[in-house]
């Protein structure tokens, strides 16, 4: 079965901070993986969308990176804002469908 | 049009009411997808149309749930006979071609309430 897991659940930091966000899938057979945030009673919004060929991708204060033999991509967060309040979420692209993990809340203290 | 739509953005129904849930995708977009997101959860996949047709509708919960987009565009989700654990928050995303490594954008979705 397609699964994806994200660590940690929950992340409350300072402001300024650089943090990791973690995310594994159980099948490596992916397309694509894609970042998303998602904020209270939102819909998603992409963040970063990284090919299965690409090792990582970059947006401003973003970076995502992809190890897909491993099954494992990263999202860092650098020198963190309060504005970054909110969940993230990782989903794996396997053709059809996307595979979403639970995601991880962040909180960002001023 | 700018981005992906969905109406109504909050829907409160009695079990055992039917409701429909509409989609409108992002002009051009072939591919459409429905997800469903339970409250702290991440989304899980109900069903994909390409164009017209419905390719996989695999996730669908029970035959209580049906989706439609008949000429391509504009999706709908019908969901017959609601209960109390239909209650969640369903999101349509659209990408602009099929099968592979294609951004998906996503809806603000419809936040689903049933009593």
């Known amino acids: 079965k397609q699964e994806v897991t994200q660590i940690p659940a929950a992340l409350s930091v300072p402001e300024g901070e650089n943090l990791v966000l973690n995310c594994s899938f159980t099948?490596?057979?992916?397309?694509?993986l894609q970042w998303f945030r998602q904020d209270p009673g939102k819909g998603l919004t992409s963040l970063l969308l990284?090919?299965?060929?690409?090792r990582e991708q970059t947006s401003g204060r973003l970076n995502a990176s992809l190890d897909k033999s491993s099954g494992r991509s990263t999202l860092y967060i650098a020198a963190s804002q309060p504005g970054d309040s909110a969940t993230y979420l990782c989903?794996?692209?396997?053709?059809?469908?996307?595979?979403f993990g639970p995601g991880t809340r962040l909180s960002v203290l001023p | 049009g700018a981005g992906v739509s969905q109406s109504p953005r909050y829907k409160v129904a009695k079990r055992g009411q039917d409701v429909a849930l509409r989609c409108d995708p992002i002009?051009?977009?072939?591919?459409l997808f429905w997800y469903q997101q339970a409250l702290g959860q991440g989304p899980e996949f109900l069903t994909y149309?390409?164009?017209?047709?419905?390719?996989?509708k695999s996730g669908l919960p029970s035959d209580r749930f049906f989706a439609e987009r008949p000429e391509g565009s504009v999706s709908t989700l019908k969901i017959q006979r609601t209960q109390q654990e239909d209650s969640a928050v369903y999101l349509c995303?659209?990408?602009?071609?099929?099968?592979?490594?294609?951004?998906?954008?996503f809806g603000p979705g419809t936040r689903l309430t049933v009593t």
């Open positions: 989903a794996a692209n396997y053709g059809q469908n996307f595979v």
């Open positions: 099948d490596s057979a992916i397309y694509n």
């Open positions: 995303a659209s990408s602009l071609v099929g099968q592979g490594g294609y951004e998906q954008y």
């Open positions: 002009s051009g977009h072939v591919s």
């Open positions: 990284i090919q299965s060929s690409q």
């Open positions: 149309f390409q164009n017209e047709a419905q390719l996989d």
